[in-house]
């Protein structure tokens, strides 16, 4: 099995690994809206100084090639092109023969290119079309030519990994792991590219110790439950990870997952049946030399463990499907998070546009859904407006539908149907976003207590709208610069005025209003987590703990009053 972290990571998808596999990361040409070819670093958007390229205006249209030989190895079998992800629209073509296309900016997709190939070198080109003014899916991508307010520089053309995979002729598609913290088992759903039914087995170990086998006939799919000879929980800042080797014929796949429960009862969110509260903290995964995409798995580690020591127990991860790698590390050591779609941009107003957003949403979903560290699921954020048609009554039809079909996808875990603004008919959470200073939050979280909802417009009674007790989540708060106008020099940030709510100009002033608002928070009984805005600076939204370069903004003694008061018993907690 694959012992430690360092080599989970050499594979660009730990959760389902490989050992016949060749990075095309590196060096690749690419042309910009049909100009002359040019050296560009993969898997870094063009935008970013990584890339080679840092072109921050509007760049439409893309063309990438680069050329690749073979193992000598792979003889017979199949061979896969895999894309972690791709600003928007890719075109893939082999050898001047398209492969196939795929339509979505922040999903994995991949292509049988075996029948393309041929002896020596091989051409790989990428077509490439991304526009965030087409109402697709874009997060926080600036629709201007310039960054503002709280849209950031754009992400446009590769920017996750690209790789080859090597398979038999028969060969695993998929496993999806349902655990049993209670019972100490597994099921193993297994999917699987088959012309009959094929030997399959599962081996499970935990720290090198066999604790569970199975072994049967797949044809195409089956399922198996996997009593465990021991029992560790994942748990809050100990990702308990059960390493687990699947076989299909001469296939070999290596896997992971931990074994925990999640669920609310009541207004308390369960983690394996404790009450947990969830100390979060906003996570937008940009970087000031790579933008969607940092220079090495370092940064990812360095961001969680900074969270970690400022006393958070996870993250929101905001506006962004993140890289395996990334959630992967998350598993590793215990860290909570919520997987969120990037909406921003979509038109979930139009039903017309339902299909295309639930495609992609379903491809985020399938790629985590083994995932411990994910907790909740996300799929909308701040729906306003948006949701009123002419007649100024809220059509909640599209929330509605990705709220069921969230449901239907994984009801394993709870789904916040919408985070901080218009809910639906129904959802797992009340979740409310509200960044008014102390005396005002004070007042509505005493109202909140009471089951009245003053945190904008999330409810309309008049269409049947209403806060029916659900768990409560206080899912963005905060929003302060401290300091003043922290904005480092960078070409990514051309507008240097500093953006956010208010600005406290020395550490005391912070450190001290902190401390009662999350005292506030955690005292407040019928509120199950909150999320604070935000971990780091990310270009002219300047209201970070950290700076953009993820420079520490306080003194070591402020760290550990901010640590202290996160970590603080919450009411709703148990004893």
């Not at 960054?147 to 520089?153: E, L, P, Q, V």
């Not at 107003?349 to 399938?366: G, I, R, S």
């Not at 020395?506 to 450190?511: A, N, T």
């Not at 987590?529 to 070591?556: H, I, M, W």
Request: aromatic content about 14%; charged content about 25%; some cysteine.
């Amino acid at each position: 099995m694959q012992p430690d972290i360092a080599n989970d990571l050499l594979y660009p998808e730990p959760q389902f690994a490989r050992r016949g596999f060749l990075s095309l990361n590196g060096m690749w040409e690419v042309s910009l809206s049909g100009g002359a070819y040019r050296p560009v670093r993969v898997p870094y958007c063009i935008e970013s100084a990584l890339s080679g390229i840092g072109e921050t205006g509007f760049v439409y249209t893309l063309a990438y090639r680069r050329t690749f030989t073979l193992p000598a190895s792979w003889r017979g079998g199949r061979v896969f092109l895999h894309f972690g992800a791709v600003d928007h629209e890719a075109r893939v073509f082999v050898n001047g023969a398209e492969a196939g296309a795929h339509a979505g900016g922040y999903t994995p997709f991949s292509f049988e290119v075996g029948p393309l190939l041929r002896e020596g070198e091989n051409l790989l080109e990428v077509a490439v079309r991304d526009d965030v003014h087409d109402n697709v899916p874009s997060g926080k991508q600036s629709p201007k030519e310039q960054s503002f307010g709280c849209f950031y520089t754009r992400t446009t053309g590769i920017w996750q990994s690209v790789w080859l995979e090597h398979t038999p002729e028969e060969y695993l598609l998929s496993v999806r792991y349902i655990t049993d913290a209670e019972k100490g088992a597994v099921r193993l759903e297994v999917r699987a590219q088959t012309e009959k039914e094929a030997d399959f087995s599962a081996e499970i170990e935990y720290e090198g110790r066999t604790v569970g086998q199975c072994a049967g006939k797949v044809a195409y799919a089956a399922a198996f439950t996997v009593p465990l000879a021991e029992k560790h929980l994942w748990e809050c800042g100990a990702g308990r990870l059960y390493r687990v080797r699947l076989r299909l014929g001469e296939d070999e796949v290596f896997s992971y997952f931990g074994l925990r429960d999640v669920r609310y009862e009541g207004k308390k969110f369960l983690l394996n049946g404790k009450s947990v509260f969830q100390r979060l903290v906003l996570e937008q995964g940009y970087y000031p030399d790579g933008v969607y995409t940092p220079a090495s798995d370092e940064n990812f580690l360095a961001d969680i463990r900074a969270a970690i020591e400022l006393g958070f127990n996870g993250a929101r991860l905001h506006q962004k499907v993140f890289d395996p790698h990334y959630l992967y590390l998350c598993d590793r050591l215990g860290f909570l998070v919520w997987g969120e779609y990037p909406n921003w941009g979509a038109s979930y107003y139009d039903l017309a546009a339902l299909p295309v957003f639930l495609q992609e949403w379903k491809e985020a979903m399938e790629r985590d859904v083994n995932r411990p560290s994910v907790i909740t699921w996300c799929p909308l954020n701040e729906t306003w407006a948006d949701l009123a048609d002419t007649r100024k009554e809220r059509d909640v039809r599209f929330v509605d539908a990705v709220y069921a079909f969230t449901k239907a996808l994984d009801p394993s875990r709870p789904c916040v149907d919408v985070s901080g603004g218009m809910h639906g008919h129904k959802t797992d959470v009340a979740d409310y976003h509200c960044y008014d200073k102390y005396e005002a939050l004070e007042e509505k979280m005493c109202a909140a207590a009471r089951g009245e909802m003053r945190f904008g417009n999330m409810y309309c009674a008049g269409d049947g709208i209403c806060y029916a007790g659900e768990p409560q989540n206080m899912s963005e708060f905060g929003g302060i610069a401290y300091g003043g106008i922290r904005a480092e020099p960078s070409e990514y940030i051309r507008e240097q005025t500093a953006w956010g709510y208010e600005t406290l100009a020395d550490e005391e002033s912070f450190v001290q209003n902190y401390e009662r608002t999350a005292k506030l928070l955690l005292g407040c009984a019928q509120l199950s987590g909150f999320c604070y805005t935000q971990l780091y600076d990310v270009e002219q939204e300047q209201n970070g703990l950290l700076t953009y370069a993820r420079g520490q903004k306080f003194s070591p003694e402020g760290v550990r009053r901010i640590a202290e008061a996160n970590r603080a018993a919450a009411a709703i907690e148990e004893e």
